[in-house]
């Protein structure tokens, strides 16, 4: 499975990017795709995570109410929009992938990652 993470940038405080992440080498629909994130001098951390089978959405805390994880099955993409952004949201953005269904928030539990992109949020 190969990942191909793109679309961030720099945007300002309380502005919106929406990143992709397209997907190419598996097939079926027992799959969790997930967003993590990395700022400078911290650990990789959980963002959102959905079952490609029944689109079933999960999202850590610091995100929810601003950030929305979405699947074109079609296109075999995992979106982020990210709207209301903090400059506490700035990190490298990591798409990452599972086989089953079960959703995970550790970066173990994931086998298949996509390559970053650096999102950064000025004040």
């Known amino acids: 499975v190969q990942l191909q993470a793109s679309g961030g940038g720099l945007v300002q405080a309380g502005g919106s990017l929406r990143l992709s992440c397209a997907a190419s080498?598996?097939?079926?629909?027992?799959?969790?795709m997930a967003w993590f994130r990395q700022a400078p001098g911290k650990e990789r951390e959980f963002v959102a995570a959905?079952?490609?089978?029944?689109?079933?959405?999960y999202y850590a805390d610091s995100v929810k109410g601003r950030f929305t994880i979405s699947r074109d099955g079609a296109k075999n993409t995992v979106y982020l929009q990210m709207d209301k952004l903090k400059p506490e949201d700035t990190a490298v953005y990591y798409c990452?992938?599972?086989?089953?269904?079960?959703?995970?928030?550790?970066?173990?539990?994931?086998?298949?990652w996509g390559q970053g992109t650096l999102v950064t949020v000025s004040s």
């Open positions: 990452a992938a599972k086989a089953g269904l079960s959703i995970r928030t550790t970066d173990r539990g994931y086998d298949y």
């Open positions: 080498g598996r097939s079926g629909s027992t799959y969790v």
């Open positions: 959905i079952r490609w089978s029944d689109a079933y959405r």
